[in-house]
């Protein structure tokens, strides 16, 4: 009788979890005395992410009326993409610290980064994972050129530098220790003292210092750089400590009542930065969730901003309660737009755009914008996507929930082994839109690899000539389709986006959609001519999370 009572009470609740989320939890989400209760009537300024997709650990100095912002970049190559301003809420990319192979010649895996300006010149420091450890470089113009490395003997990651009022320079890493540094050379001019411990939370990183009425401030990272994020804050009146933790830690988070519907999540790993008109301002990464049961999120880290309210003598309070949202109503500095770029690239150029990049270093002779005008020409190399080295890649982020990407690609394999297409690419695990080659006939096939899974569709026989190559997203899924001539889009496959999200294949990085060509364990005969790409953003027909526990 149990189990009949048992059965009977599941069946009965199945139909109120089938509706709408909005209306069985509300009278959860209306009891919640933490969150802060959104104004229908209040006007949205702006709009978070300001930078989406994987733009993550973002670190921001002002000069003059100019903001400039860097965010971490770990494989890809360009590194560390440079960011201006004029009003902290749209930016546009101006270039890359790490633009030649030279600067890091042992590899790449470039983390959390600060960016500085001092009497004239830019420093960014970092950590590359690969080998060297920390480092600085330098320029007169934040777009490039910058200058070869200064690795300093500092252990930990996310290096920070400050620049006090005396002259003096020092740098603090997430192990805390703080040191004097000769800025000109890297020389560390006095013994490591470590001056804080973090309030307790796990994985304590990204931090910086600030210097307001007469204190120094220490801010970090706590908690993780998934839900538990957090940005804590410590001062004193030596830059030497000692440090008492601020009452009302942590500042930002999200890992509570207050923020726990918020669709953006993980907040923290934080810089602050005061405005040409004195407000102060604070920037921060924090990923959107797909919604649903479990969190699961695609589009990686993404850039956010908040404003921060900090009295004389007080401690600073982002956004009134700790939290920022996705519709913002709070005021800005008069906002100042870049034009929208085109989505269409015609690969009539010398060089692709700043938005693309290239898994590690690119081998340059599988790369051609030259060979055939009009065309970005691609050798697929002996690696494959996700193993080690430089595979024949080249993408860009995906930045929206909804998107459509399209290319149209020429390409005969010479052998069964070469193939080339279009990818969604995350820390190694992709999907894929392929042309290959079985026998003397060319065929299309889609291909799902996570980990050791691998899925391959039926193959598709080819017409001579080229093919168009499709990928739409949205939250719950990805579709590839084909099309040749003047012929109708063919849908080919569809799966959960959510197998490629960080919580299923891991990693710090976000989905990119791009173009590549490999030869599967040897270097490829055949080219691959890509004529266009293009790459639109779709309205969200997704359902954003609307609770969660």
Not at 347 to 368: K, V
Request: glycine residues 10%.
């Amino acid at each position: 009788m149990k189990r009949i009572w048992i059965a009977w009470l599941g069946l009965s609740v199945l139909p109120v979890f089938a509706q709408d989320n909005s209306s069985v939890f509300s009278g959860i989400l209306q009891g919640n005395p933490f969150a802060a209760t959104p104004d229908p009537e209040a006007t949205v300024t702006y709009h978070n992410p300001v930078i989406p997709g994987f733009y993550s650990d973002p670190s921001v100095c002002r000069v003059g009326e100019d903001y400039y912002l860097i965010t971490s970049t770990f494989e890809y190559f360009p590194g560390v993409p440079v960011f201006h301003s004029r009003d902290l809420i749209h930016w546009e990319q101006i270039g890359h610290c790490l633009h030649r192979r030279e600067q890091i010649p042992q590899g790449i895996n470039i983390f959390a980064a600060t960016l500085r300006y001092h009497e004239g010149t830019f420093y960014m420091i970092t950590t590359n994972i690969t080998g060297g450890g920390n480092f600085y470089v330098t320029a007169t113009d934040p777009a490039g050129p910058w200058s070869d490395p200064i690795w300093i003997r500092v252990a930990g990651i996310d290096p920070d530098l400050f620049f006090d009022e005396d002259g003096k320079v020092y740098v603090i890493s997430s192990t805390f220790v703080l040191n004097e540094i000769d800025i000109e050379t890297g020389k560390l001019l006095t013994e490591g003292r470590k001056v804080w411990n973090g309030t307790g939370g796990r994985y304590a990183e990204g931090p910086h210092i600030y210097k307001k009425d007469g204190y120094y401030y220490l801010m970090a990272a706590e908690g993780g750089t998934e839900e538990a994020h957090s940005e804590t804050i410590a001062r004193s009146h030596s830059i030497w400590g000692p440090y008492t933790d601020n009452r009302s830690n942590p500042i930002l988070a999200h890992a509570n009542a207050a923020g726990q519907n918020i669709p953006i999540q993980g907040v923290g790993h934080a810089d602050m930065v005061q405005a040409h008109d004195g407000s102060w301002w604070i920037v921060f990464h924090g990923y959107r969730h797909l919604g649903g049961f479990g969190v699961h999120h695609t589009l990686g880290r993404e850039t956010c901003v908040a404003p921060v309210t900090w009295p004389k003598n007080g401690w600073p309070v982002v956004n009134g309660n700790g939290t920022a949202t996705v519709d913002m109503t709070c005021p800005t500095l008069p906002q100042l737009p870049f034009e929208a770029k085109p989505p269409r690239m015609d690969f009539d150029t010398r060089a692709l755009g700043l938005e693309w990049n290239y898994i590690r270093f690119p081998e340059a002779g599988n790369y051609s914008l030259e060979e055939r005008p009009g065309y970005l020409q691609m050798k697929g190399s002996a690696v494959r996507i996700g193993e080690r080295g430089s595979p024949t890649f080249v993408g860009r982020r995906v930045q929206d929930m909804s998107f459509i990407a399209e290319t149209n690609l020429e390409f005969d394999p010479k052998s069964e082994n070469e193939e080339a297409g279009m990818i969604l690419l995350n820390n190694g695990s992709h999907f894929d839109i392929l042309l290959g080659r079985s026998g003397k006939k060319r065929h299309l096939v889609v291909k799902f690899q996570f980990g050791s899974v691998v899925y391959t569709s039926e193959q598709v026989a080819l017409k001579p000539g080229p093919v168009r190559l499709k990928i739409t997203g949205n939250r719950s899924s990805y579709t590839f389709s084909y099309a040749q001539g003047n012929d109708a889009d063919t849908d080919l496959e569809s799966v959960d986006a959510k197998f490629l999200s960080s919580e299923t294949v891991g990693g710090f990085t976000g989905v990119y959609v791009g173009l590549y060509a490999t030869g599967n364990g040897k270097a490829a005969l055949a080219h691959a001519d890509y004529d266009w790409f293009t790459y639109e953003k779709e309205a969200d027909t997704g359902q954003a999370p609307a609770f969660s526990f």
